[in-house]
């Protein structure tokens, strides 16, 4: 988010000239490539700030840098106090996916998975074009009483209700996504209860649509933690 505002100071100092809600009490944001993993100077000052939490984990499109080393380094991060949970982290069958990159993004999956258990930490799932397979590694090395955030949710119902069914404790994530014409995202929106579903923005992308919410040319031109309301607003429109 910060590249792409070419905005190089705090967060707070962000939100201030971005006018974000003045209920707005702080965000999450995702350690997801090994550099910044592999650079605690850098993650400790951004978890420095006030209203700053985190998660690491790797990628799936990062799945080719997995080693033993860098797992113990995602451990270290976990290890932070304020670290929240373990991800993003999971499989995308989306561009140029081969059985061989597969196995690459399976093998990473498991190994965080089994640490993600051990360390009792919350796990945040990157699940794109590979539901099944997504599915499948959960319930073989994820008890069914783990608490999981399935992100930015873009399935069917009917996989989202076999989610729910197997994962007491999952949530699926809901994104700027819903403010588009996505007549499945908000059928799984209208049938599902309210505390199963997750609020989310996707910073910097998944932008809500400026056109149905009447945005002015003062707002950013990406998704910022503060829109989150706009999504919640989208939500309560759906199940109204």
């Known amino acids: 988010m910060y590249v792409k505002e070419r905005h ?6 962000y939100i201030h000239k971005k006018d974000f809600p003045v209920n707005f009490s702080g965000c999450i944001t995702c350690f997801c490539d090994p550099p910044a993993m592999n650079d605690k100077s850098y993650y400790e ?50 561009s140029k996916t081969t059985d061989e990159t597969k196995h690459v993004q399976q093998r990473a999956f498991v190994a965080q998975l089994q640490a993600a258990v051990a360390m009792q930490k919350p796990i945040v799932i990157h699940g794109r074009c590979a539901h099944e397979d997504t599915f499948g590694l959960l319930k073989q090395y994820v008890p069914a009483e783990h608490k999981i955030h399935y992100h930015c949710f873009s399935a069917s119902l009917s ?18 996504l819903l403010t588009y014409k996505n007549t499945e995202l908000e059928t799984i929106v209208q049938e599902f209860p309210f ?4 609020v989310e923005t996707d ?5 809500p649509s400026y056109q149905k919410f009447h945005l002015d040319r003062s707002t950013p031109r990406v998704t910022t933690p503060g829109m989150g309301l706009i999504v919640a607003q989208k939500i309560a429109d759906v199940k109204d």
Not at 8 to 13: A, D, K, L, V
Not at 159 to 176: C, S, V
């Open 45 to 94: 000052d951004v978890l420095s700030e006030d209203g700053v939490w985190g998660t690491f984990g790797l990628h799936p499109h990062n799945a080719a840098w997995y080693s033993d080393e860098l797992l113990e380094v995602m451990k270290t991060a976990n290890s932070h106090s304020k670290s929240l949970a373990w991800g993003e982290i999971g499989l995308d069958y989306t």
């Open 203 to 207: 910073s910097p992308y998944m932008r």
């Open 159 to 176: 996989f989202a209700e076999r989610l729910i069914d197997f994962f007491p404790n999952l949530f699926i994530g809901i994104t700027g």
């Open 195 to 198: 505390e199963r579903i997750l």
């Open 8 to 13: 190089y100071t705090s967060f707070r100092s």
